[in-house]
Antibody
Framework: QVQLQESGPGLVKPSETLSLTCTVSGGSISSYYWSWIRQPAGKGLEWIGRIYTTGSTNYNPSLKSRVTMSVDTSKNQFSLKLSSVTAADTAMYYC??????????WGQGTLVTVSS | DIVLTQSPATLSLSPGEGATLSCRASQSVSSYLAWYQQKPGQAPRLLIYDASNRATGIPARFSGSGSGTDFTLTISSLEPEDFAVYYCQQRNNWPLTFGQGTRLEIK
């Protein structure tokens, strides 16, 4: 069955750019939206944004100025870049399949800590 | 942004009892509301979508109701594995938003 796996550095310095990749296995990345969602420790969930396989994106306005998403259909991967990070960006980052704004398929999550 | 307010923040119940969790939206989200269950160290799991539809593989003891601004997740008879945090989420307006969660704990 389709599985998602996040990957990327677990530690990012303040003011630098957080970069994560989500690899889709067991199925094609095509014809779906794919989202990033994050969760600070002990807190709730925040939708970061989504990308379609054509490259069309929607971002959360609260993060829009710092977020860039991209997709590589040849590798069955999509990616997140979040610039100018601060400690407030420390969180578990999840990728998820987005067939219309409801998330039935999630990655296991990857913890990103922002610290010098 | 649409704010989703979940109540109560914490619910203490015993296995076998029924649970009622509430989610109130700051403006109408029609029926575009989902419920998720999250256990420690795990990603959220979709339980209910579009207010009242159970996701694949979800037991019948989970049910959802509501429309507009007021929604309810009901667990008819709690099993030990149901003790977790529950989140509601709307997809009617951008940006998609989640509630702050209800922690269901064993009494």
């Amino acid at each position: 069955q389709v599985q998602l796996q996040e990957s990327g550095p677990g530690l990012v310095k303040p003011s630098e750019t957080l970069s994560l990749t989500c690899t889709v296995s067991g199925g094609s990345i095509s014809s779906y939206y794919w989202s990033w969602i994050r969760q600070p420790a002990g807190k709730g969930l925040e939708w970061i944004g989504r990308i379609y396989t054509t490259g069309s994106t929607n971002y959360n306005p609260s993060l829009k100025s710092r977020v860039t998403m991209s997709v590589d259909t040849s590798k069955n991967q999509f990616s997140l870049k979040l610039s100018s990070v601060t400690a407030a960006d420390t969180a578990m980052y999840y990728c998820a399949r987005d067939p219309g704004g409801t998330y039935s398929l999630w990655g296991q999550g990857t913890l990103v800590t922002v610290s010098s | 942004d649409i704010v989703l307010t979940q109540s109560p923040a914490t619910l203490s119940l015993s296995p076998g009892e029924g649970a009622t969790l509430s989610c109130r939206a700051s403006q109408s989200v029609s029926s575009y509301l989902a419920w998720y269950q999250q256990k420690p160290g795990q990603a959220p799991r979709l339980l209910i979508y579009d207010a009242s539809n159970r996701a694949t593989g979800i037991p019948a003891r989970f049910s959802g109701s509501g429309s507009g601004t007021d929604f309810t997740l009901t667990i008819s008879s709690l099993e030990p594995e149901d003790f977790a945090v529950y989140y509601c989420q709307q997809r009617n307006n951008w940006p998609l938003t989640f509630g702050q969660g209800t922690r269901l704990e064993i009494k």
